[in-house]
């Protein structure tokens, strides 16, 4: 099992639609949660961190439910901008800050 | 603006040779930083963590004598390829770490190996 799951997509859909991609960890351990997206051949960027309340940054929510080690992310009033692949990441924490990545969920918005 | 870079962002060679990535923390003094790998289609996979004074911590399956780590500086890392093969050809990037636990990533290097 993948330390670090999400399903690769992609995701087709129009502009303006609301978009939810879902992550699921294996180490209960895991301490930090974040969403990064990467754009094709470019570098990861931080979107957000995920803490357990929820938490929300303008168009954009995440969730973190530790019980079921299930994370999510959601997007309204989707852009053509916001076409991207989008990185579910944990950190470990501890003694090292070593982040795990899931493989990434492709999005794609279509005028 | 960028917190991280690195040069060079795209790198051609030929079998055999070495290629030295460098890798600088713009705003922040960084005594660690680490080096990932990705192939296309893969997920980033962490190589090394890079300290600074000591010697670099390198994950399982990487070959510490084939990808050389040079944390000589607070701001400076460099990733050397040694002997580069076609199959070393990647996405190469570094990156160091934020004040949540989070991590500050380089433009990334492209490695090609002919």
């Known amino acids: 099992r993948k330390e670090v799951e999400q399903d690769p997509g992609p995701f087709n859909v129009p502009e303006g639609a609301t978009v939810a991609f879902n992550c699921t960890y294996s180490n209960s351990a895991s301490q930090s949660f974040f969403w990064y997206r990467q754009d094709c051949r470019k570098e990861p960027k931080l979107l957000m961190s995920?803490?357990?309340s929820g938490n929300e940054d303008g168009r954009f929510t995440a969730q973190l439910n530790r019980a079921s080690q299930y994370i999510s992310l959601l997007i309204r009033d989707s852009k053509l901008s916001d076409s991207a692949t989008y990185l579910c990441?944990?950190?470990?924490?501890?003694?090292?800050?070593?982040?795990?990545f899931g493989t990434g969920t492709l999005l794609a918005v279509q005028p | 603006g960028a917190v991280v870079s690195q040069h060079p962002s795209r790198v051609i060679c030929k079998s055999g040779t070495s290629v030295k990535i460098e890798c600088r923390s713009l705003?922040?003094?960084?005594?660690?930083m680490f080096w990932y790998r990705q192939f296309p289609k893969q997920s980033l996979m962490l190589m090394a963590t890079?300290?600074?004074?000591?010697?670099?911590?390198?994950e399982q399956g990487v070959e510490k004598d084939k990808f050389l780590i040079n944390h000589a500086s607070l701001t400076l890392s460099t990733l050397t390829v040694t002997s580069a093969h076609p199959e070393d050809s990647s996405f190469y990037i570094c990156?160091?770490?934020?004040?949540?636990?989070?991590?500050?990533f380089g433009p990334g290097t492209r490695l090609t190996v002919l």
């Open positions: 705003d922040f003094q960084a005594t660690t």
């Open positions: 990441v944990v950190n470990l924490s501890g003694a090292t800050n070593k982040l795990i």
């Open positions: 890079s300290n600074e004074g000591s010697k670099a911590t390198y």
């Open positions: 990156s160091r770490d934020g004040l949540y636990n989070e991590q500050f």
């Open positions: 995920v803490y357990s």
